[in-house]
């Protein structure tokens, strides 16, 4: 066979299989290679028309309740102007009512005291007028000082609350601060004798005080950690507790031999003797000078 020439080679070359999920021996393969071997140019698209359909109308929805929205708040804008129009038209009818009353009320006065004295006419009839004018100025001038005082007692109030909860709070933090405090500084503040108090959160008896080991608490050379009592209240009894008896201190110690070996003491005497022994039940008779001897019973 005749071999085959470079142009023939490449003319019969296939190509590897390019896969999209497996790439056993790792080639990189350029991005247009991969999407030529896909296939997926080779294929013609077709849009759907119902894809426009739907957004025209999905917009026209929107439109549409938007326009509804804005006429909805337009009503109701609407209606709240004239519900406010209303009542200020009830109100502005009940003020010129009542300025009516007052006007009517007042002009019987003035009638009343023109018939009385008629040549004041015209005096009582400006100071009717004044009245009129003043009448609701007295008023507002009341209503605003009674604003006022109420204005001030709140303020009183609120400022005693104040002063209450920081008082709450001072005492407090005294009590938690004196429960906390370490065992030595309750010995150098004298807490357990319930003098002093506290004031603030560092207590300043406990600094500059003139007690101490560099502040003459004492030379070096001296022993004096026991130079007080122990049991204060106790040392009249403390100190006979273990006080020997009188006859005991003028025996010398070989006198208290012979007499414990004599057994003349009482201190390990029987209060009561074998019965059927020598003396019996008798202990008058006497010390001991040989062992108990028991008698033997007989049949």
């Known amino acids: 066979p005749t071999k085959l020439t470079k142009e023939e080679r490449e003319a019969w070359n296939i190509p590897a299989c390019i896969s ?69 038209e009830e109100l502005r009818q009940l003020a010129n009512q009542a300025r009516r009353e007052r006007g009517g009320a007042l002009d019987a006065v003035v009638g009343q005291a023109s018939d009385a004295s008629s040549d004041d006419d015209s005096d009582d009839g400006r100071r009717d007028d004044n009245s009129i ?7 507002s001038e009341d209503d605003i000082a009674a604003r006022q005082r109420e204005r001030l007692r709140m303020e009183r109030k609120r400022q005693r609350e104040k002063e209450l909860r920081l008082e709450n709070n ?49 030379a070096e050379d001296d022993y004096n950690m026991y130079s007080k009592p122990l049991f204060n209240q106790q040392a009249a009894s403390s100190s006979s507790i273990y006080r020997p008896s009188r006859g005991e201190n003028e025996l010398t110690a070989d006198d208290q031999y012979d007499k414990l070996v004599k057994g003349s003491t009482s201190k390990f005497a029987p209060d ?25 019973e007989r049949k």
């Open 272 to 296: 009561k003797g074998f019965a059927g022994a020598e003396g019996g039940m008798d202990m008058t008779a006497g010390p001991r000078t040989a062992p108990v001897q028991f008698e033997k």
């Open 133 to 139: 004018d003043k009448v609701p100025q007295e008023e």
């Open 170 to 218: 001072m005492e407090a933090k005294k009590k938690r601060l004196e429960e906390e405090r370490d065992v030595s500084e309750k010995i150098a503040l004298g807490v357990h004798t319930g003098t002093g108090g506290l004031q603030g959160d560092v207590d300043s008896r406990l600094y500059n005080k003139d007690g101490g080991m560099d502040s003459g608490f004492g």
């Open 20 to 88: 999209n999920w497996k790439n056993t021996r790792g080639y990189t393969i350029p991005l247009d290679k991969r999407l030529a071997a896909d296939g997926r140019g080779l294929k013609d698209h077709s849009i759907n028309s119902n894809f426009a359909t739907l957004s025209e109308s999905l917009y026209e929805a929107e439109r549409q309740a938007r326009q509804e929205v804005r006429m909805r708040a337009q009503v109701q804008k609407k209606l709240v102007l004239q519900e406010k129009e209303r009542r200020e």
